[in-house]
Structure formats: structure tokens, C-alpha cells
């Protein structure tokens, strides 16, 4: 059997992981009718680039479900019932009085949605919209309210004694020991953490509470001390996310994968038992990614004010870019800024030149992975033909250098003396994004960012030698000679050497004759970028 007959599906992570799904759902004997997967996304915060890319790699196995011929249906759940536990860096102090209280209760500061909570699930779905994700969309507020969950509630609360021994068992929490794993929202202060459930009365559907306080970020937030009764089945609380309701919407749903992060593993894994023990529903299958963080490698939080918005990714770069940020893989964390984004709209370029066999790659199992990914990138939509690909950082010191108010039509001409486009015609709206995206890169920040390229000693040196040419020489020509001087002075390929400064100057492995180039962005700019590069170069 030769190598290309055991691809599956598209050859991606997504399409194995979609099979597994299937053929676990055969094994449990459950209907292959729908297969649903999940996405649950919180509503406290700013979502960011983390947010969407866990929605982004669970619709993934979603398509990847159907590219095997099967129905399946994608939910984006939000957790809109969720207590405020502190207040995200740069948002209103007035926010702390709402500390403790549903995040659709407390009023959105920016005033334009119902609540605080509309308006940050208002942002996700935004995003979501953007990049061509196709969602069922429940809010945890809807789900109480119309009974969904009330048979799992039920059935949670009758059992609230032994999954407080499983929450033991699993995390050394003893809390759920005396407590139930459901919160009732205050009806005195409007708080739904601080209170703490303590009967359940079956008959009535009821559960009887004190709002006694609750823990926020290592200070008491004091409850006010009423003594209520809260019927669950009209939505007067919610379940405890991590001691039940996973499992409860999981059975409610009928779902059957949903991937997660590794910082709430501890409550899948009590979620899973929930499931199986006490739900007797075989939780869905899922799979563990990292988080992204940021360049100091902390995690990408609302509460630590490093928030990176997908809003501020579609200002410089393509929904299909942050697609392949996102799909392009699983495990292990990755270090992110806006400073990635030129690197990952020229890879999509590389992708796409695959995809369209301009790039030939030998191993047919990569060949496949690579395709496949670029599909993804698309949402199984991709164009009928390549697009022009000019690089970013072209882009970007062709809008650094245009004169005012002329930027377009500058850059326009310049591409075509580059022999990107021949006339008007072949301006696409996908070219006219592109030079959007960078006018905004330059209008925004004062540096061009350079690809990280490694060099050897020799290319060091020779790049010093190039800038004292490029300083001493004001014509194309001469500049061009010299790029072959030096590289042969410093006994390296020609060739070589010219790739390497078009990936220091343009992110991609060819470009514009470079002595030209140089002249029209400015032999100052790319003085300072090759300047840079060095420096870089030295530190690593």
C-alpha cells in the first residue's frame, strides 16, 4: 500500500481526530444522525486570540466531521450566568461595586449593549462572523431559563454528596463536601457567588442558600448575609462549571468532542466522571491544547491588561491569516504579538502557492497536511485561483515611503513597475485589502517589522559590507553589483545571499530586483532594517 492511501480526509490533525470521533460514537452505539461539538466561551472578559481559537479548532473537527460525510452541528455556548470575579485592566472602577453579580446584570460601561456581558459576547461573535464561522449560538442565561439542563440539575443535586467525593478524589477540594455544586443568584443583593447552597429540596425544585461571601483574587468580597430559596427550574442560579455543568450540557446537548485548555483540565476530568457516574452519559471525546502568550510568555488574559483582540488582527491582517495562527497547530504554547501577523499573511501566501501546485513538495503525506491545512484556513471555501502575492513588508515600505494622500495610487504604480500587476485591472479586492492592511500597519507603528532570519558569521559580515555600499552608493545598479560583490567576498552563493535579504526585507524568499527596491524604499530604511537584523542576529 503506498503512502498517499493512508491520508485521511484532508491529511490534517482535524480529519484523524474527526474519524476518531466517528468511530468512538460506533463503537458506543450512539446515533450517527448529528454529531454535535462544543465550544463553551466565557462572557467576563475581552475575548481574545485565545478565545476565538478554541472556538476556531472545535469548529475545525466540526467540518472535518462533515468533510467525511456526516452530519454534525457546531454549538458556541456562553457562559453569560457567570459572576464578575474582577475587573479587566483599563475598564471602569466603578465595575467593582457589580463584583460577584451575572455578567448580563451588570451594565456595559461602553453603552451599547444591554450588559456588560452582551456587550463581551457581542465581540466574540463579531469575530466569529468575520472569519466565517458557522455557529449554533446558546447563552447559559436562555439555557436555565427554558428548563434545558432542569432534568440534569436534578439529577446532580440527588447526587450532590458523591460528586463532592469525586471533586475530592480528583482535585483535594473538599468544599463540594458540605456545600451543592449549584449557585443560586442572591435575590436580596444580586450576587451569585457569595452564596452557598446548602438543602435541596426535591419536591419543590427548590434549593434553600445563605449568601454568606466569596474569595475574588485574594480578598473576602462579603456577602449580605439573606437567607433564600431558588427554584432552578425558572433559572434562579446556575450550576457550578466545574463541579457539573459541563456534564449536564454535554448530556443536554448530546455532544461529542469538545477540546479545551490545559488550565481547566482538572475540571474536565471531574466533568468526565460527573458524566459517566452520576449523568451515565459517555462524556465527548476532547483533546488538550495550550494557551497562547504573549512575548513575556505570560498568558493572554483580560485581568492582566495584555489582551490581543481579534479586532486588532483584522486590522492588519486577513480573517484567513488568523486562521492559520490558530489552526495551524495544536499542542504546545506559542508566543504571540501583533508583530507575527506579516509572518503569517506571507505563510498563507506559501500555503496557497502549494495549494495551487506552483510549489512542489515531495513527501505526499506532507503534500497533503499542507493542502488540507490551507482548506481549513478557508473553511473548506478556498478561491477558485492563486491572488497576487505581494509581501507585506513590501507593502509596508512602499506605504512608509508614499507621498500623503496619494498612498494607493503610489503604491499601485510601484507594483506595477515591480511586475506584480501589469495595469488597473488586476487590482483585486483582496490586493486592495492587502494595501489596507499595511497603510494601517505604518500609520500605527513607527517600525517595519523585519522576518527573523538566522545568519551565519559570514552573512553578518557581509551585510555590514552591504550597508557601507548602500551608504556610499546612490544608484540601483551599483547597489545591485555590490549585493553580488560582497556575497562572493564573504564566500557565499549569490543566490543565497540574495534570498536572505529578501527575507529580512520582505518576509519571502523572492521579490523585485533588489537595487531598484532599495532606491524606491529609501536607502536610510533599509539601512536601519538590515541595522536591526544584526542586532538581533547578535543577541541570539
Avoid at 432534568?151 to 468544599?175: V, Y
Avoid at 458540605?178 to 452557598?196: D, N, Q, W
Avoid at 469538545?258 to 481547566?264: F, V
Avoid at 460527573?274 to 497562547?292: G, V
Amino acid at each position: 500500500m503506498g503512502r498517499a492511501e493512508k491520508i485521511i480526509g484532508h491529511g490534517t490533525w482535524y480529519d484523524k481526530m474527526a474519524l476518531k470521533v466517528i468511530e468512538r460514537e460506533r463503537k458506543l452505539g450512539r446515533s450517527l444522525d448529528i454529531i454535535r461539538v462544543e465550544s463553551g466561551v466565557a462572557a467576563s472578559g475581552i475575548p481574545h486570540i485565545g478565545s476565538v481559537s478554541e472556538v476556531t479548532r472545535n469548529y475545525a473537527i466540526s467540518l472535518a466531521i462533515k468533510e467525511q460525510g456526516y452530519k454534525s452541528e457546531f454549538i458556541v455556548f456562553s457562559d453569560n450566568k457567570d459572576g464578575l470575579r474582577s475587573v479587566p485592566a483599563g475598564l471602569p472602577k466603578w465595575l467593582e461595586n457589580h463584583l460577584g453579580k451575572p455578567v448580563t446584570d451588570i451594565p456595559d460601561p461602553f453603552g451599547c449593549h444591554d450588559s456588560y456581558g452582551d456587550h463581551m459576547v457581542h465581540l466574540l461573535l463579531e469575530a466569529l462572523d468575520k472569519l466565517g464561522i458557522e455557529y449554533k449560538f446558546m447563552t447559559a442565561v436562555e439555557a436555565y431559563r427554558s428548563g434545558l439542563l432542569n432534568n440534569e440539575i436534578k439529577d446532580i443535586l440527588e447526587n450532590a454528596k458523591r460528586i463532592g467525593e469525586i471533586i475530592r478524589e480528583e482535585t483535594g477540594q473538599e468544599k463540594y463536601l458540605e456545600v451543592l455544586p449549584y449557585f443560586p443568584v442572591c435575590a436580596s443583593c444580586g450576587r451569585i457567588y457569595t452564596t452557598k447552597a446548602y438543602e435541596f429540596l426535591p419536591k419543590e425544585n427548590k434549593v434553600l442558600y445563605v449568601c454568606e461571601g466569596m474569595e475574588v483574587k485574594g480578598r473576602w468580597l462579603e456577602g449580605c448575609g439573606y437567607k433564600g430559596e431558588a427554584d432552578y427550574t425558572k433559572g434562579e442560579g446556575k450550576l457550578s462549571w466545574k463541579a457539573g455543568e459541563f456534564a449536564a450540557r454535554w448530556r443536554a446537548l448530546g455532544i461529542r468532542f469538545e477540546a479545551y485548555g490545559k488550565d481547566i483540565s482538572d475540571s474536565v476530568r471531574v466533568n468526565d466522571r460527573i458524566s459517566r457516574e452520576i449523568l451515565k452519559y459517555e462524556p465527548p471525546l476532547h483533546a488538550r491544547y495550550e494557551m497562547f502568550l504573549d512575548k513575556s510568555g505570560r498568558k493572554i488574559s483580560k485581568s492582566t491588561g495584555n489582551v490581543f483582540t481579534p479586532q486588532v488582527w483584522f486590522r492588519y491582517g486577513s480573517p484567513q491569516s488568523m486562521l492559520l495562527l490558530t489552526l495551524k497547530r495544536f499542542v504546545g504554547t506559542r508566543n504571540i504579538s501583533v508583530t507575527d501577523i506579516p509572518r503569517y499573511m506571507n505563510e498563507l501566501d506559501e500555503l496557497e502557492d502549494i495549494y495551487f501546485g506552483k510549489v512542489k513538495v515531495s513527501d505526499v503525506m506532507e503534500e497533503a497536511k499542507l493542502k488540507g491545512l490551507y482548506k481549513y484556513c478557508w473553511l473548506m471555501k478556498p478561491p477558485k485561483k492563486p491572488s497576487i502575492h505581494v509581501p507585506y513588508n513590501l507593502l509596508t515600505y512602499l506605504a512608509k515611503v508614499a507621498p500623503e494622500n496619494s498612498e494607493f495610487d503610489f503604491i499601485i504604480e510601484k507594483l506595477k513597475d515591480y511586475g506584480y500587476i501589469r495595469d488597473e485591472s488586476e487590482v483585486t479586492e483582496d490586493l486592495k485589502r492587502r494595501i489596507e492592511y499595511a497603510l494601517n500597519w505604518v500609520r500605527d507603528f513607527e517600525e517595519i517589522t523585519e522576518a527573523s532570519v538566522e545568519l551565519t558569521p559570514n552573512e553578518m559580515n557581509a551585510i555590514r559590507q552591504l550597508i557601507q555600499r548602500i551608504e556610499a552608493e546612490s544608484e540601483a545598479e551599483k547597489i545591485q553589483s555590490a549585493i553580488f560583490e560582497v556575497a562572493r567576498q564573504n564566500n557565499l552563493k549569490p543566490r543565497n545571499f540574495f534570498r536572505t535579504l529578501y527575507r529580512i526585507l520582505l518576509g519571502a524568499s523572492s521579490g523585485p530586483r533588489l537595487g531598484p527596491y532599495i532606491i524606491a524604499m529609501g536607502r536610510r530604511n533599509v539601512i536601519e532594517a538590515l541595522q536591526r537584523r544584526l542586532e538581533e542576529a547578535k543577541k541570539a
